[in-house]
Nanobody, 119 residues
Framework: QVQLVESGGGLVQAGGSLRLSCAASGRTFTGYAMGWFRQAPGKERQFVASMRFIGSEYYADFVKGRFTISRDNAKKTVYLQMNSLKPDDTAVYYC?????????????WGQGTQVTVSS
């Protein structure tokens, strides 16, 4: 089992920045690729970014150049730095862990953290 706990969400104005964190506990963190997804009201959950143990980052087109995923394996934490935020980025952001790569199939989910971007 892997437990994931997100933090860092909040309310920010358009053009601002937030950094989300996802702390993992349980089984070997380095054995999992980590990813971020988001779900806006009335919409399906969508992929945002992912990365494996080291390197090999992938991003959804709508966040390229604005969001950066990173991980600190010693702290068992994955981050999502979000810059130049837009109102369309408003959603609940979820952290996920996958035992497969490059096909990311989420084995574990966090509870989510709300991000609200005001115009």
């Amino acid at each position: 089992q892997v437990q994931l706990v997100e933090s860092g969400g909040g309310l920010v104005q358009a053009g601002g920045s937030l950094r989300l964190s996802c702390a993992a506990s349980g089984r070997t963190f380095t054995g999992y690729a980590m990813g971020w997804f988001r779900q806006a009201p009335g919409k399906e959950r969508q992929f945002v970014a992912s990365m494996r143990f080291i390197g090999s980052e992938y991003y959804a087109d709508f966040v390229k150049g604005r969001f950066t995923i990173s991980r600190d394996n010693a702290k068992k934490t994955v981050y999502l730095q979000m810059n130049s935020l837009k109102p369309d980025d408003t959603a609940v952001y979820y952290c996920a862990a996958s035992s497969t790569w490059p096909s990311f199939k989420s084995d574990y989910w966090g509870q989510g953290t709300q991000v609200t971007v005001s115009s």
